[in-house]
């Protein structure tokens, strides 16, 4: 992912900017700009969460108690409160539902991924008129707000929606089936609202695919099924890897989707950040359980990036 | 093995009637849209031939390669290969290698892997594909190289996996797409010759495609000019260069001065064409058919003319011109001669001694000078 190699290169970045004067050559300017970007939006946003997640709840205004205090005869104390993280420890609340995320997310980016390869297949193997019409297809939901399309799917879905109605008007159900509210339904908002982050990547790579090495694979006797496991498959893995990612990470954390479609048992780490935030008023460990999950996500993203680059470097 | 042995020494299955062609091509046809591609080919080939497809690009002949391998569907005709009707049979399983002008390597396969998946494809276990890709690396002289992959090697290592990979299998036939073109001259030169050692010694019939008439000329058993998707003549090398049947493949192979004329004197063992061009009478010391007052071309190679100071005194065949442009190319001088008619003559001379002191220089008066029997008649 993107942000964690602009993390690595944070702290270099930002003491080559503040040790050297600022020149305002076309060079820095460029740099410059996304720096700040990241610096503004995503450093110091991440600094307070984390900050705290350190502090106490207290029933005030904002809801927890600063880190700093000044003390009689000029002392300045710190006050670090662990209790949030060992907290998430103690409640099998908060590792269930990290747990049942991951799982969601896994799932979810393993369905993405069955559904996408054949599509993101098909667009690469297209003629190039057919194939700006497929994309254009399978960008076009973006023109529409997100959260209307998961209210459609509550319309398809529920107790009297299309597809009950449907089956019930051909017999072929005399009840109609409990979709909405369950995990099912979450899945099908989940899989729906990112195929095409998974698309994008598939077809990008599957595009650039040689025809000639498939040829090649079918010269020497390899059938269909075989050049596709052997050659089109091993090939496109760094498509696969960059469209799981685009999909699991934003997975985990969320919200929209199994608050609006789930039921009382699907349990994310995202619908229980919300309680944390809004219904508990906890903030501190709110924000800890964000912590939490961020960390869970970046560790895993770096150790990817560094086996590939390793890998890279090997074959070299 | 023995006809392997039979053309080794020389033997033509393509004069015997009685051979049968080992490949049989009738009536293919290829049509893209409007345009087409290949058009009407009939062509034998047999066995153990180091064939070669010679053209322009866009004359159709990666095309009739392709057919041959099963990438492409004929829109008409028929391929037979070793007595077997190809139309129903997939790329996969036809009895044919082809060898890419990309080569096609699998960049994500070691050199050994990529020279074994044919062989594992066919359902040969590990060990004994292992035991004959070792012997095929050897015979390419890449055994070093096994563990390495395709973006690891130089281009000729390259070239030389996608050959070991083509032959593992000991297909009946080799498709060869332009093989060397990716390779500089020198080395170029180094693999015809590889090539054709391997090709001698593995007994595999080889179809080559190429642009490139030098190497089309030092490979082949015999050579098929392709012009606008029809073949316009088959025939040995030495054939194509000192008969061909058109200006077309006259000019293509090689170059050549071409004068045109008109019958003036047609006997039944000479002929004498009046040519405006050459300002002599060109005397052709054969009989050709034709009639009086015919229009006709007379084509002859640059080698095969003499460039003298002094006047040879024939009574034919003699030109004078001066000297325009002299290129010189170490082995030879190429000696660009300006008629009086305007025409120019291109003439090289082998250069045999190290000094010349009466070198021709610019512009020499010189003559120009052939035999009888050193040029070509052509009628279209």
């Not at chain 1, 949030?84 to 997310?105: Q, T």
């Not at chain 2, 019939?205 to 098929?224: K, P």
């Not at chain 2, 006997?267 to 015919?294: L, M, P």
């Not at chain 2, 011109?321 to 190319?329: K, L, Q, S």
């Amino acid at each position: 992912m993107s942000f964690s190699a602009n993390k690595a290169t944070f702290g270099t970045l930002i003491k080559r900017t503040l040790v050297k004067r600022i020149r305002f050559r076309g060079r820095s300017l460029v740099i410059g700009i996304p720096l700040w970007w990241l610096i503004v939006f995503f450093l110091i946003p991440f600094v307070v969460v984390a900050k705290i997640s350190f502090s106490e709840a207290i029933i005030a205004r904002p809801p927890y108690s600063s880190l700093l205090e000044w003390k009689e005869g000029g002392f300045l104390l710190l006050k670090l409160h662990f209790s949030n993280y060992l907290y998430l420890l103690e409640d099998s609340l908060y590792i269930s539902a990290y747990w049942s995320s991951i799982k969601v997310a896994f799932f979810s980016t393993l369905i993405a991924l069955l559904v996408a390869y054949p599509m993101a297949y098909y667009i690469a193997r297209s003629t190039e008129r057919r194939r700006n019409i497929l994309l254009m297809l399978i960008i076009l939901p973006f023109w529409t707000s997100f959260l209307l399309r998961v209210y459609a799917w509550i319309g398809i879905l529920k107790t009297h929606g299309i597809i009950n109605n449907i089956l019930m008007s051909l017999g072929i159900t005399s009840e109609p089936l409990v979709m909405m509210q369950t995990n099912f339904a979450v899945y099908v908002g989940i899989v729906y609202t990112y195929l095409p982050f998974m698309i994008l990547p598939l077809y990008t790579n599957l595009v650039k695919l040689d025809n000639s090495l498939l040829e090649a694979s079918a010269d020497l006797g390899a059938n269909p099924l075989t050049t596709f496991f052997k050659i089109t498959l091993p090939l496109s893995v760094p498509g696969i890897i960059a469209g799981s990612m685009l999909v699991f990470i934003p997975v985990v954390g969320e919200f929209v989707i199994p608050a609006l479609l789930g039921g009382p048992d699907t349990l994310m780490i995202g619908k229980v950040l919300w309680d944390e935030f809004f219904s508990n008023r906890d903030w501190p460990v709110a924000s800890a359980v964000a912590i939490v999950m961020l960390v869970l996500l970046v560790i895993p993203v770096m150790l990817l990036r560094n086996a590939q680059n390793a890998s890279r470097a090997a074959s070299t | 093995m023995d006809s392997q042995k039979k053309i080794a020494n020389g033997a033509k299955p393509w004069i015997e009637q009685s051979e049968k062609p080992f490949i049989r091509i009738s009536n293919l046809t290829k049509k893209f849209g409007d345009f087409t591609a290949v058009d009407r080919v009939c062509l034998d080939i047999y066995r153990e031939e180091l064939f070669c497809l010679l053209g322009g690009s866009g004359c159709g002949k990666s095309t009739l390669l392709r057919m041959l391998a099963g990438f492409e569907t004929p829109s008409d005709g028929h391929i037979e290969i070793d007595g077997q009707d190809m139309a129903n049979v997939p790329a996969f399983a036809r009895p044919t290698n082809m060898m890419f002008q990309s080569y096609a390597l699998f960049p994500h396969m070691s050199v050994e892997k990529n020279v074994a998946y044919g062989l594992l494809r066919d359902g040969v276990s590990k060990s004994e594909a292992a035991e004959q890709v070792a012997d095929m690396l050897k015979l390419v002289q890449l055994s070093d190289f096994a563990k390495r992959r395709p973006d690891q090697l130089s281009g000729g290592q390259r070239q030389r996996v996608a050959l070991a990979r083509s032959l593992i299998k000991r297909p009946k036939l080799l498709l060869l797409d332009e093989p060397l073109g990716a390779l500089d001259k020198k080395l170029r030169e180094e693999t015809q010759f590889e090539l054709i050692n391997i090709q001698e010694s593995l007994g595999v019939t080889f179809i080559v495609v190429t642009h490139d008439q030098e190497e089309a000329m030092t490979l082949s058993t015999r050579i098929g000019v392709m012009d606008q998707g029809e073949i316009v003549q088959v025939g040995e090398p030495h054939e194509i260069y000192e008969f061909p049947l058109s200006i077309f493949i006259a000019d293509f192979i090689g170059s050549v001065n071409i004068f045109m004329g008109r019958v003036s004197d047609d006997a039944t063992n000479y002929v004498r064409i009046h040519c405006r061009e050459a300002d002599c009478d060109i005397h052709v010391s054969h009989g050709v058919s034709c009639t009086q007052n015919q229009k006709l071309w007379f084509a002859i190679r640059p080698e095969k003319l003499t460039i003298t100071r002094e006047n040879p005194r024939g009574k034919y065949n003699v030109v004078k011109g001066i000297v325009d442009e002299i290129a010189y190319r170490g082995n030879l001088s190429i000696f660009r001669i300006k008629l009086a008619s305007g025409k120019m003559l291109r003439v090289t001379k082998s250069n045999r001694s190290r000094r010349d002191e009466d070198a021709i220089s610019w512009d020499d008066n010189v003559y120009i000078s052939w035999d009888d029997t050193a040029g070509i008649v052509l009628v279209q």
